[in-house]
Structure formats: C-alpha cells, structure tokens
C-alpha cells in the first residue's frame, strides 16, 4: 500500500469550549500505488483538512498516517520537510505561481532545496519536457501576468511534478478554469497517471473530472464512503 490512513481524527479550536468543531472522525482510507481518486463534499466537510494531513502540512489529533509503510506524523522536521518535498506535489484551485518571477523560474521553485548541483542538469531537463509536454514552454519567459488562467496552472502541474513526486495532491484544480481548460486539465493529470504512474488524489466539485478517476469517495459525518 502506497499510503494508509487509520483512524485519524481531526478537529480545530479548544476541546473543553464551544469553538472546537470536528472535522475529521476515525476515518481510515487506503490508497495503493497508481491509483486515480476523486474527493467529493459540501463546502466544510473536511476534504483541505484531509489533503492537508497526507500532505504533512498538518498532524492528526489522533491515528497514523502511513507512507509506505511509515508513519509520517512520527518523521522529524527534516525528514518531514523532505517528504513534502520529493514525494507529494500539490495543485491547489489557484495556481499562486510568484509575479515577478517568469513561467520557468516558478516551475524550479521546489528545485531551490534539497537538490544536489549535480541534479540541476536533469532538473532543468525535466522542467523542459514537462513545459513542452503541457503546451508552455513557448511561455517560459514570460511572467504569469502575461499568461491565461489556463496557462498558469499547467504551469502549476509541473512545478508540483517537477521533483517527481508519488503522489499528487489536487485541491479543486479546475475550480477557477473554463470547460475547455477543465478538459485539458483533466487530460494531463490522466496522461500523469497512465504513462508515469503518478497516483492521484483529486478534490473535486467537477462531475467531469471525478467520473475519469478510478474511485470516488464522499465525504459523510467526517468518514469517506465510497459512491
Ligand atoms: N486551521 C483551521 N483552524 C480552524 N478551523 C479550521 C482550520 N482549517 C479548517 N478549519 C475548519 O474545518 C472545517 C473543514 O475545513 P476544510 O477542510 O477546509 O473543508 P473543505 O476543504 O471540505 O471545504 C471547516 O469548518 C473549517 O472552517
Ligand atoms: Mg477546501
């Protein structure tokens, strides 16, 4: 199993007064290698939280979160740091790709740490051929201003692919996209998954895009179930 989620419970605010709300409740979720997953859920229901957790930007109050095998809420900040950094990629519903830097300077973001000076080579190919592969690297002079909401979240995608990650993390992606670039969207994160067997994990309010994953689950009362 890639990652293992058990038992984790999660709420914000103080236990002992009014403000505390509960978010997630012993909710256990399996994700194997190369698997496609759509999250759906009203507004509130827990799907950032969630992400958040496997993405170790966030601890449970309570279970493990398993990444093969480990659990990461026990991994020391840089091994943490590490984790977030080689292994998720995260897209969220705003590209938040830096003004003043150009298309490809912000795809090479994540490249600025833990990256040998041996790698930069492979990395600045990489970033190359990710660019060509979504259609911008004509654009990678260019500064995100200059460029289409569209344009920018490719861009987004690779900067989350860039150190090849194992996982994906997708938080309404296509959320501030047109149909056509929802469509072309949905068409890159399925060619990520088919040829280089990322897996994914996609919050969704797109019907479009939740019916081309593999699984889709719902969140109930804190839990996900499968529809
Ligand atoms: N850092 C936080 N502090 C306090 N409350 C939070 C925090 N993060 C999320 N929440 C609350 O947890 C609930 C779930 O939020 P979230 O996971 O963002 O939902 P979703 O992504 O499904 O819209 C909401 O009620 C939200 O207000
Ligand atoms: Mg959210």
Redesign the pocket.
């Known amino acids: 199993m890639l990652l293992t989620l058990n038992g984790i419970s999660k709420g914000?605010?103080t236990k002992s007064d009014s403000t505390y709300?509960s978010?997630l409740e012993d909710l256990s979720l399996e994700v194997r290698e190369g698997e496609r997953i759509a999250i759906l859920?009203p507004?509130?229901?827990?799907?950032?939280?969630l992400l958040n957790l496997i993405g170790g930007l966030d601890y449970p109050d309570k279970g493990e979160v398993e990444f093969r095998g480990q659990d990461i809420t026990r991994l020391s900040n840089v091994e943490m740091d590490r984790y977030r950094n080689q292994e998720i990629g995260f897209v969220f519903q705003f590209h938040h790709l830096l003004p003043q830097c150009t298309l490809l300077e912000n795809v090479l973001v994540p490249t600025l740490i833990n990256t040998e000076k041996s790698e930069r080579a492979e990395k600045q190919e990489r970033a190359r051929s990710l660019m060509k592969r979504v259609g911008i690297w004509e654009y990678r002079s260019k500064l995100p201003g200059k460029l289409s909401g569209g344009e920018c979240q490719r861009a987004a995608v690779v900067r989350a692919m860039i150190n090849s990650p194992s996982i994906l993390l997708a938080d309404e992606p296509t959320g501030a996209l047109d149909k056509e670039n929802v469509e072309v969207m949905a068409d890159l994160l399925m060619e990520l998954n088919k040829e280089d067997g990322l897996t994914l994990l996609v919050v969704t309010h797109s019907i479009d895009l939740a019916r081309r994953m593999g699984k889709t689950l719902e969140f109930k009362n804190g839990k996900l179930e499968q529809i």
């Open positions: 914000f605010g709300r978010v859920g507004s509130g229901s827990g799907k950032t939280t």
